[in-house]
């Protein structure tokens, strides 16, 4: 099983350090201050819906980091589980082998 399989640990930090460094341009940017100052109810309506996109930007720019590190994880994790079942081959058959008597 363990030369079926090749884990590129290079290729899974590669794509997890594109996630992660996409996720650094996923932050919540507040509004200018000029901006803050308005008595028109539409106004108020369009900073709040820019606030909530603010919130949901920023999330996802979390979530890209844990993902991140759900696929340095996974890439160790996948690494250590061909190893086991390669030596689980070499150990030979779990069960004992009957042969027929001559």
């Known amino acids: 099983m363990a030369d079926k399989l090749h884990?590129?640990?290079g290729r899974v930090r590669e794509d997890a350090a594109q996630l992660q460094s996409a996720a650094?341009?996923?932050q919540n940017i507040s509004?200018?201050?000029q901006d803050s100052r308005t008595t028109l109810a539409?106004?108020?309506k369009g900073k709040a819906a820019y606030g909530n996109s603010q919130d949901r930007i920023a999330l996802l720019?979390?979530?890209?980091?844990?993902?991140?590190?759900?696929?340095?994880?996974?890439g160790l994790e996948?690494?250590?589980f061909d190893e086991?079942?390669?030596?689980?081959?070499?150990q030979g058959p779990r069960h004992s082998v009957i042969t027929a008597k001559k």
């Open 31 to 33: 509004l200018f201050p």
């Open 84 to 90: 086991m079942m390669g030596s689980l081959g070499e």
């Open 61 to 74: 720019g979390v979530l890209l980091e844990q993902e991140a590190q759900n696929i340095r994880g996974l």
């Open 24 to 26: 650094g341009y996923l």
């Open 78 to 80: 996948f690494a250590e």
């Open 42 to 44: 539409a106004n108020e």
């Open 7 to 9: 884990i590129d640990q």
